[in-house]
């Protein structure tokens, strides 16, 4: 900046010298504002380019000037950087710093390898190009343009053309600045001239005031000249949006060398090219970007080339403002950076896949599962790593040879990824083991599990399957190891995989060809669950299955109904909670076959003559899956024609979550059966959504409070309000309520002090087979 700011210097300094003069004529001062601006766009450019730029003092090591670039790539203002040495920045000692430039002179190269330290105290190592330059003061100081090699892998002949391209380049730079160190020596000696001129001008006639303009204009064509040879974008625009200037490799770049371009918009000249009519409406969209953030923009833009080639570009957008804030122009600076984005691309290509198999390698597997780890430690939902070892490889690699064996691996790796979805991740650790990354499962462990081990065996399968191999095929099997996250343990990814190559081998020790789990219980919880859901299959064929009833009654204690209630009774294990066995049910698609099992049971009840005697109620429990099969209404139909029962004394209770899902189909499925005769009750009232719209929306009949607000209602406050509205919502909607859980004299005080509802608990009657339901119904 400091050297092309001096002919901006000698402009102000001429400019104080002859004010007096320069008040006497208008012409002058406006020719000496062009120089000064031309000066201030070779430093806006200079400010702006993308390359980190320092002149350093080589005797003292006094940072003298440095570039934007520079400040943001150490995290210090500019300003902060010229009042620095480069010993503040060089991470080495002295003596190291003059080892290295030592070795530099004997390799006979001008570069030089340093770690420099940023202002976050973190280290970068940097490489130096560094060549003398001797400022208009006469000062000799050391221009260095240094680039970011911190993360940079390539092979030596690649570092050796690498080098010498940047030789090259620092050297053509090199000329360059010394060429604008010459220019800038002539705009102060013309800025001389033309203040001499303008004394001329006034004592003698118009020819000089020719002259001087003639200088002007050489001078500008000068700084085209300079703008022309820069092999980058290099475009100006006004505050319109109108092209002012362009250098002849933009105007090549998009094909406007034969076009008048000056004062035409980016909309205009995509009517001139069709071919780069995107790229120029792209432009239109980025420019209002710059204007609308009123400071430098920059972005990459792709732009394709007239050989069906895309490039890459580095672009610098700079609004300018007038003082009151209005657009004054756009300066637009790019650099062309395809190769190296490619290279970039190839070094991540080799850093994070594997080159055999193009799956993510063990380092990229470790970054995605930390990150997996770290939003389920949040978020609290489960995810899985699996370890997937091929049985018996290594007798195949050796007895058909490495070439056999690369072909298994890159089948293996295409079967287990078509098995995943796309948020989950599949890597290549090494030789014939893989690691699977399931994200995002569930937030029930239990399910989590579920899923995690269906998708072992899905992968177990796949594997499992031949694989052709020319004229003959190859069979193998794997071993699969699983571990869940996160745990209470907070362990972390590596532990994660440990823990799965743990349990990959105990199914390898198990027999191959086999999915286990890393954690014992978890295991032993799989095989509990799954047995289970075998024996639940079989429960209702071998009439191990129950219904129960538990009665309601009124505030008098007259039974009024009841609810039928599923319990199975294990030969085993006795008595089986519905808490454990339902979600199962659920899940496995057992509850189908049960809940159908269950209203013919209730409509059978409804049929004795003891509950036709007192007009009884029944309510059964409907499932969501229930619920929602194409065929329900149908179905209830045919129980009601089969058994004979009374509609009008069916109640089917529905949770709210059932009823928000999908709430128009499940409205027409209630109305269907409203018309019927049937009621519908929501279970568990204000434990759910507790929406007042679904409930003006649906054929409901009837509210039930859950037990969890009934136990506590008489000594908490809290719940004794959300009584209180419930009841009052059931009032305004003209809805039945009956209260559940209760199971104390002060509970039914409590609510039958407020108002008409039936009540259900053990006050009144615990849950009882339907044959001693009857008989109790009976004796009164």
Known sequence: MLVFSSLRRAGRHAGRKLALLLALLVAVPVSLAMVMARGDLLSTLFQRHASIMLLVDPETGEIVDANQAAGDFYGYPVATLRRMTIQQINALEPEAVMAERQRARAEARNYFIFPHRLANGALRTVEVHSSPVILESGRQVLFSILHDVTNRAVSPDEQVLYQQRLEQAVASYTERLEADHLRERDYFIAGLVLALAVILMLMASMLRRSRAEATLIHREEQLTTLIEAMPDIVCFKDGQGRWQLANAFDLKLFGLEHVDYRGKTDQELARYQDFHREAFMDCVVSDEQAWQARQMVRCEEVIRVPDAQARIFDIIKVPLFHADGRRKGLVVVGRDITEHKRAEAEIEQLAYFDPLTGLPNRRLYLDRLETALAAAQHSRVYGAVLFVDLDGFNTLNDARGHEVGDQVLQECARRIRAVLGDADTVARFSGDEYGVLLPQLTRQEHLAVRQARSVGERIRLCLAQPISLGAGEVSLSASI????????????????????????????????NQVRFFEPGMQARVEARFSMEGDLRQALARGQMQVYIQPQVDQEGKVRGGEALLRWLHPEQGMVSPVVFIPVAEESGVI???????????????????????????????????????????????????????????????????????????????????????HFSIDDFG??????????????????????????????????????????????????????????????SFLTARGEMLLQGYLYGRPVPIEDFLKQLQQG
């Open 481 to 512: 190891g699983i571990s869940l996250f996160p745990s209470t343990q907070r362990n972390t990814a590596l532990d994660l995989i440990k823990f799965a190559d743990t349990a990959m081998h105990q199914a390898k020790a198990a027999g191959r």
């Open 592 to 678: 189908l076959a049960l809940g159908d099992w269950v209203l013919e049971e209730a409509c059978r009840l409804l049929n004795h003559p003891a509950m036709q005697h007192e007009s009884l109620r029944i309510s059964v429990n409907v499932s969501p899956r229930q619920f929602h099969r194409p065929d329900f209404v149908q179905r209830v139909k045919q129980v009601l024609a089969q058994t004979g029962a009374d509609p009008n004394y069916l109640t089917l209770e529905v949770t709210e979550g059932l009823v928000i899902d999908n709430v128009h189909q499940t409205a027409a499925t209630m109305s269907e059966l409203r018309a019927l005769g049937i």
């Open 687 to 748: 434990t759910g959504y507790s929406s007042l719209s679904y409930l003006k929306r649906l054929p409901l009949n009837e509210l039930k409070i859950d037990k969890s607000f009934v136990q506590d209602a008489p000594e908490n406050p809290s719940d004794a309000a959300l009584v209180d509205v419930i009841l009052s919502v059931a009032r305004h909607l003209r809805l039945k309520v009956v209260a559940e859980g209760v199971e104390t004299p002060d509970q039914a």
